[in-house]
Nanobody, 117 residues
Framework: QVQLVESGGGLVQPEGSLRLSCEAAGITSTIFRLYNMAWYRQTPGKQRELVAQIGRGSSTYYAEFVEGRFTISRDDTKKTVYLQMNSLKPEDTAVYYC????????WGQGTQVTVSS
């Protein structure tokens, strides 16, 4: 069983930056590096949507709406995945969820990101 704990959310002004972190527990770093890791987000009344993904070999994928502004990275020795978010927009406001996928999916509890002046 994998437990994922997100941190780093908060209130930020438009064009500001935040870095989200997601640390995995319940597995070793050797096992962690076998997982595909991703960040999703969700706003009330809408489906959860993929923001960015990083594979076992650190290949990355970004949703079009964050391309060039967000960067996903991972540190397997720390069992942690990061999401650096720059040039934030009000429409980026959402609860951001960490996801770990191998043969099944594990989710964190989510962290709120609010972009507002």
């Amino acid at each position: 069983q994998v437990q994922l704990v997100e941190s780093g959310g908060g209130l930020v002004q438009p064009e500001g930056s935040l870095r989200l972190s997601c640390e995995a527990a319940g597995i070793t770093s050797t096992i962690f590096r076998l997982y595909n890791m991703a960040w999703y987000r969700q706003t009330p009344g809408k489906q959860r949507e993929l923001v960015a993904q990083i594979g076992r070999g650190s290949s990355t994928y970004y949703a079009e709406f964050v391309e060039g502004r967000f960067t996903i990275s991972r540190d397997d020795t720390k069992k942690t995945v990061y999401l650096q978010m720059n040039s934030l927009k009000p429409e980026d406001t959402a609860v951001y969820y960490c996801n770990a996928e191998r043969w099944t999916n594990f989710w964190g509890q989510g962290t709120q990101v609010t972009v507002s002046s």
